[in-house]
């Protein structure tokens, strides 16, 4: 029987590479904004368009404020209240509000969407809290961002322990981070590795013993302007930010800045920021540097030892591009 008669040059199929394969050529940078959201962020105080919130419910109403990581126990209703009044200033300025979504058994402080994630020009950075109180709220965030189509780029392994208000960036090109009681070392040794794949790079500073965050004693409000606590913030990171043409400001009320969380805001934008409400010296004393100030209730929800910044996770602002 003769042979079954076969094409001389048999075409490969393209699904294994043949004509008419499409190769990929944009780099995963290039592809933010047309196949992922727009979203990431290589400053702290371009405009703010994106952050995730998550209100809080019958939770807070705790028994034990040391078990549950509490200054005072907040009443639910009231704070519940000033949370939503934050969401709205937000939804006023323009900015889209990410809900991150109930769980079954929510846990007191999951509210503080900041410490649960990070932001990078090209993606997150999921938070993996240090304390066993907040241990799996960083899943709750990871699914919100998911949902809104925010690349992850790092989940955490090992021992590593991060917040998000640890990390900050200093210019597009570098990011600063606070090794103490929430970020440990083995964090910033893949932090710093991440960073580095995207052609960044980190600087890590100590923070001083019994203190929670980078974010409570240091914040930007311009590309030329931070806010610094006085004695708390680490000498490298005023140094970095002062090599950088930062005019590094130092807060004078420190009485009312502790109690009321003055220096817990967020920047709206360039020398804009949102701080809670009642802090009329540290009011004047940005509005004295050039800050427009917008103010919103924070009396309830500061006795769960955080304030604006600490309940806002930042998603996006608009972005240098070369």
Same mark, same amino acid.
């Given at each position: ?45 371009? %405009? ?29 209703? %009231? ?102 009681? =929430? ?48 004695? =708390? ?90």
């Amino acid at each position: 029987m003769d042979e079954i008669a076969r094409p001389a040059a048999a075409s490969l199929a393209a699904a294994y590479g043949g004509e008419g394969w499409s190769p990929r050529r944009a780099a995963h940078g290039d592809e933010i904004g047309v196949l992922w959201a727009a979203c990431g962020i290589d400053s702290e105080w371009r %405009r703010l368009t994106a952050v995730a919130l998550r209100c809080p419910g019958a939770e807070i109403a705790v028994d034990d404020i040391d078990a549950s990581q509490f200054l005072e126990a907040p009443d639910p209703g %009231r704070a519940r209240a000033e949370h939503e009044a934050l969401g709205e200033v937000y939804r006023a300025e323009g900015v889209e509000v990410i809900e991150v979504p109930d769980v079954a058994r929510p846990s007191p402080n999951r509210m503080f969407c900041a410490d649960l994630f990070a932001m990078t020009p090209q993606g997150a950075i999921l938070g993996r809290p240090a304390s066993s109180v907040r241990a799996g709220e960083e899943v709750a965030v990871a699914a919100a961002l998911a949902g809104a189509r925010v690349p992850i780029l790092k989940t955490l392994t090992g021992q590593a322990t991060f917040e998000g208000a640890d990390l900050m960036w200093l210019d597009g090109e570098t990011a600063i981070i606070g090794r103490g009681l =929430r970020t440990n070392a083995q964090a910033i040794d893949q932090i710093g590795a991440l960073l580095a794949e995207i052609g960044r790079t980190l600087i890590a500073v100590d923070l001083p013993h019994a203190t929670m965050h980078l974010m409570g004693m240091l914040r930007i409000a311009d590309a030329d302007l931070a806010i610094a606590w006085p004695r =708390r913030t680490p000498h490298a990171a005023v140094t970095a930010l002062r090599e950088r043409g930062y005019q590094v400001a130092f807060l004078p009320e420190q009485g009312e800045a502790e109690s009321n969380k003055a220096l817990n805001f967020v920047t709206l934008g360039p020398r804009r920021i949102l701080m809670p409400a009642g802090n009329p010296g540290a009011r004047g004393f940005y509005q004295g540097l050039g800050v427009e100030v917008i103010e919103t209730p924070m009396g309830e929800l500061k006795k769960a030892a955080g304030a604006v910044g600490c309940l806002t996770g930042v998603v996006a602002r608009e972005m240098a591009r070369a």
